[in-house]
């Protein structure tokens, strides 16, 4: 039998080289997660504090913002009878873990592929482990940081609602965000290395431009009309729709109005309606199909492109 | 093409067809964003390199294949082009679970433990969580690391740790091996133990596609051998004949003039660049050196794309034995700032009627005087010819 006489029909289909995903879920998860508890280990096991260190970070950054924007700098001058910014603490210390989820995810993913490039040349398994073993990693700290998250709201006076049933869902949408993130800057570093620098500032500017400090309230008032209390208002209300189609800062307003104080206003109360969430919804969406897009598209060449 | 061999049941376990990998090589890469919106218009130019071209051979499942070819050949590429590692044109169709030893240790974290580096790099080759759980401790057994296992690897010695690279790769159970050389790493004994592993997978009737320039290698081991030169095909068969093939030295009679001649393709722009030959005899000493330098010290400007030729020719006096010549190219100047090496690809054999043992055969006059008073017979004795 040479090559000649094989027969090609009956081999089914051929390989093409590496790519993104493969035919077996299970395999692929079992990759994934097990690279996320490996670098897990790593990152705690190593030290002797372990798992405190990682909380460390934000916990530190809470204690500078709280201090400052509210005992010094005194941002929330709230009018009497306004109870949004009742809990300030557990909101800014909520949005604070799950920013620090996005950044440290997405910031982690942009090397990823060319720190493990050695991987890539010399072993064929599904390309998409690397950035999605990392989104998961970053996924453990969001837990465990979610618990003390948790445990400051009820020691702040937040009592339990039914509403914290949507935790998995504002997660679950943040992950898909972040996800999709990975992907793309993962595949784009490998052609443009100063992503890096350039994604840092775009991360510095989503820090202060999400609801993270700012409470959305002031953010309504600051561009709703004139009124006594707001001399210094734009009058430009739709600019707070555009405001709210950021998706990360639909997924921290969510998150501060689902699960510390419902005085808050939703993103969709303040979009007007829950139609217009699909804006933000379709970004999330976006991102992800994009980033998947490219991945699926770079990953048979990333060997050979490093 | 020779038939496979003939108790083969169903489909072959390997087929490539028409095979073609291409590398499109920037000769300027650009690497940031700034660089592509500060010279949109400048595209980057490609040199196109044809690492494999149209290679087409099935393999048997049970059988012992081997590739081999000189370095650069494509050999490595067409390996990782099978491991799915480089996508390629053509079409590759492979059946059963592989396991590749291109490089071994490749995922080893080095300050994990033996244990969790072990599960890992077990299912990164395919394993599920419990198959890798469950061999870990005949890998461990295999490698003689019990003692170690809880050390982390970077305190593993280097034997060490190829060891445990080894037993975990060996220990995914694949139907379809392909094997690069890693065997010139360990020591001896620890060559043999792979060879050992190597044989009994091939009589437990597993596939392997083995990759060697080692041509003693080939014999041993291999059913039938592919023979790669410059990324084509040059012969699929018997491994004594690809041996052969693959050895072929011209032979040149002493006494005669000789050229060697070296094709450079240029990649890039070159202002008087210095060729050179160096033949290296057997002893690894460079008998005879030769450089564009006394004659040509200005040798002009290479375009990118053009190609050059360039000649050594002389008489050849070398002894008789085995020559290996190298190339070199250097940048203008001490002629160390090399551009490209060309060593040890080909060799060449010098003929003669009888070896004498010098270095050089140079004709020599040899003249007797005799008589009572020969002229010059005041010298010294000891710088007389020795007749």
Same mark, same amino acid.
């Given at each position: ?25 299970? %395999? ?16 705690? $096991? ?20 709280? *201090? ?30 799950? $920013? ?47 618990? *003390? ?9 937040? %009592? ?147 | ?15 490539? /067809? ?24 400048? /595209? ?13 051979? #099935? ?8 590739? #081999? ?25 492979? %059946? ?45 057994? $295999? ?19 190829? /060891? ?21 790493? @360990? ?28 041509? @003693?290698?080939?014999? &041993?081991?291999?059913? &039938? ?37 070296? %094709?450079?393709?240029?990649? *890039? ?20 050196? #030769? ?9 002009? &400007? ?18 008789? @034995? ?23 690809? $080909? ?41």
């Amino acid at each position: 039998m040479s090559a000649g006489t094989v027969p090609y029909e009956s081999l089914g289909r051929p390989i093409r080289g590496p790519r993104a995903l493969n035919d077996d879920p299970a %395999r692929f998860w079992h990759l994934t997660f097990n690279i996320a508890v490996n670098q897990w280990k790593l990152r705690f $096991f190593g030290s002797a504090l372990g798992y405190l260190w990682q909380l460390v970070r934000p916990l530190l950054l809470f204690t500078v913002l709280y *201090v400052f924007f509210t005992k010094i700098a005194n941002v929330n001058g709230a009018h009497p009878g306004d109870h949004s910014y009742d809990n300030y603490g557990a909101q800014l210390l909520g949005s604070i873990v799950l $920013f620090t989820f996005f950044s440290e995810a997405t910031m982690g993913s942009v090397r990823c592929v060319l720190d493990n490039e050695a991987l890539v040349r010399k072993i064929q398994f599904p390309r998409m482990v690397i950035p999605l073993s990392i989104v998961l990693l970053s996924m453990f700290n969001l837990a465990l940081n979610l618990v *003390v998250v948790f445990v400051f709201a009820l020691l702040a006076g937040v %009592r339990p609602m039914l509403t914290w049933l949507e935790l998995p869902l504002i997660v679950a949408v943040l992950a898909v965000l972040v996800a999709g993130l990975s992907m793309l800057l993962s595949s784009l570093f490998i052609y443009f290395r100063d992503i890096q620098p350039i994604w840092e500032v775009i991360n510095q500017i989503l820090f202060y431009s999400s609801p993270v400090i700012i409470a959305v309230p002031a953010v309504v008032k600051a561009f709703g009309p004139k009124t006594a209390l707001s001399p210094r208002a734009l009058d430009v209300p739709w600019l707070a729709h555009v405001y709210m189609s950021n998706p990360l800062a639909v997924i921290l307003q969510q998150f501060r109005h689902a699960m510390i104080n419902h005085a808050t206003p939703s993103p969709a109360a303040v979009l007007g309606s829950d139609v217009m969430l699909l804006i933000p919804i379709g970004i999330v969406i976006g991102v992800f199909v994009f980033g998947f897009y490219v991945f699926n598209r770079t990953a048979p060449y990333v060997a050979e492109n490093l | 093409m020779p038939a496979i061999p003939r108790d083969t049941k169903g489909l072959p376990a390997i087929v490539a /067809r028409e095979v073609s990998k291409t590398f499109r090589v920037p000769q300027e890469r650009k690497h940031t964003l700034k660089e592509r919106v500060l010279h949109p218009r400048s /595209r980057t130019r490609h040199q196109v390199f044809h690492a494999l071209n149209d290679i087409s051979f #099935a393999v048997a499942e049970g059988e012992f294949f081997g590739i #081999a070819g000189r370095n650069g050949s494509g050999k490595s590429t067409l390996l990782k082009c099978i491991a799915g590692i480089y996508g390629v044109e053509g079409e590759i169709w492979r %059946r059963g679970r592989v396991s590749t030893f291109i490089e071994l240790g490749v995922g080893f974290n080095a300050d994990l433990a033996a244990r969790d580096n072990v599960i890992l790099n077990g299912i990164m080759l395919g394993l599920s969580p419990r198959e890798a759980r469950k061999r870990y401790d005949s890998v461990i057994e $295999f490698a003689e690391l019990k003692e170690f296992e809880d050390l982390k690897l970077k305190n593993y010695s280097s034997g060490m740790y190829v /060891r445990l690279a080894f037993s975990v790769a060996i220990q995914v159970d694949a139907d379809l091996l392909l094997i690069d050389e890693i065997l010139a790493v @360990g020591d001896a004994s620890f060559q043999q133990k792979c060879f050992d592993v190597f044989n009994r997978m091939r009589d437990s009737g597993k596939t392997i596609v083995f990759v060697t320039h080692d041509m @003693g290698a080939l014999n &041993r081991f291999c059913h &039938r051998a592919l023979l790669l030169e410059r990324g084509s095909q040059v012969y699929i068969g018997d491994p004594q004949e690809v041996g052969d093939q693959g050895q072929r030295q011209p032979a040149v009679p002493q006494g005669r003039r000789m050229t060697l001649r070296a %094709r450079v393709s240029f990649m *890039v722009e070159v202002e008087d660049p210095q060729a050179s030959v160096y033949v290296h005899n057997e002893e690894h000493k460079a008998v005879l050196v #030769a450089s564009t330098v006394l004659e040509h010290e200005h040798s002009g &400007r290479f375009r990118s794309g053009e190609q050059a030729v360039f000649s050594f020719s002389f008489d050849n006096v070398l002894a008789p @034995g085995r020559y290996n010549p190298v190339f070199n190219l250097a940048h203008r100047g001490s002629g160390l700032d090399v551009i490209d090496r060309f060593e040890g690809a $080909f060799s060449f054999v010098v003929t003669a009627q009888q070896a004498l043992g010098g270095i050089v055969d140079v004709p020599v006059e040899v003249v007797v005087e005799r008589g009572e008073s020969v002229p010059g017979g005041d010298l010294p004795p000891s710088l007389e010819l020795p007749v």
